[in-house]
């Protein structure tokens, strides 16, 4: 089937740790997202990609890092200098070629510190 | 930045009921779209909204696209136990491809409906 994976599903980091969550499509998007949503509140863009290669920072990009080598894949690196990376992070992805297509989400990764 | 105010915030209501919520924005979107999320799930995409003043339906959901471009609305329609989880308006400004602002959506801070059997 064709869809958004993200894995894992739950995460745990130690203070002063890197991790880095993933995120696959096999939609042939060409643009991918990354957003991060605390309780009771809406989804903030942390990173997107339009192209393979190029990527820009979203609303709250600080202490995040991307890298986006090939099409499929979008992966979200929290780095330690995200200082409160508690937090549900979600990837979409959507089609570029056409204005104003919707997003299409994965079921997103739990990120939590231990 | 643009910023959308989703009201209200919750609801309880009975099976069988209707639901009305709404989004209204400081600024114009080209797009409106309404999605649903389950607990620990991503949202997933109910009804998508392209053209001021559009009317759309997707089974008991109707959704409209203000005619200022400023404003959505969901209702749904004779409510059910599944239906419970939170919806979010999302606005997106679209443009051309390529520009910084492309796809970028913004969200509302959504609606958390619970329905009592």
């Known amino acids: 089937d064709g869809g958004i994976t993200q894995s894992p599903k739950y995460l745990f980091r130690k203070e002063g740790q890197n991790v880095t969550l993933s995120c696959e499509q096999n939609l042939n998007h060409d643009a991918m997202y990354w957003y991060r949503q605390d309780p009771g509140q809406g989804l903030r863009l942390i990173y997107y990609s339009q192209i393979v290669n190029d990527f820009q920072k979203g609303d709250i990009a600080e202490g995040y890092s991307v890298s986006r080598e090939k099409k499929e894949s979008f992966p979200l690196t929290v780095t330690s200098a995200q200082k409160n990376p508690t937090a549900f992070y979600l990837c979409a992805s959507s089609i570029v070629q056409l204005s104003n297509q919707p997003q299409h989400f994965g079921d997103g990764t739990r990120l939590s510190i231990l | ?117």
């Not at chain 2, 939170?86 to 390529?98: E, M, R, T």
């Open chain 2, 1 to 117: 930045g643009q910023q959308l105010n989703q009201s209200p915030q919750s609801m309880f209501i009975q099976e069988g009921e209707d639901v009305s919520m709404n989004c209204t924005s400081s600024s114009i979107f080209n797009t409106w779209l309404w999605y649903k999320q389950d607990p620990g799930e991503g949202p997933v995409l109910l009804i998508a909204l392209y053209k001021a003043g559009e009317l759309t339906s997707n089974g008991r959901l109707t959704a409209q696209f203000g005619i200022t471009r400023k404003d959505s609305f969901l209702n749904i329609s004779a409510s059910i136990p599944s239906d419970v989880g939170i919806y979010f308006c999302a606005g997106q400004v679209g443009g051309n491809a390529g520009g910084t602002s492309y796809g970028k959506l913004t969200f509302g801070q959504g609606t958390i409906l619970t329905v009592h059997p």
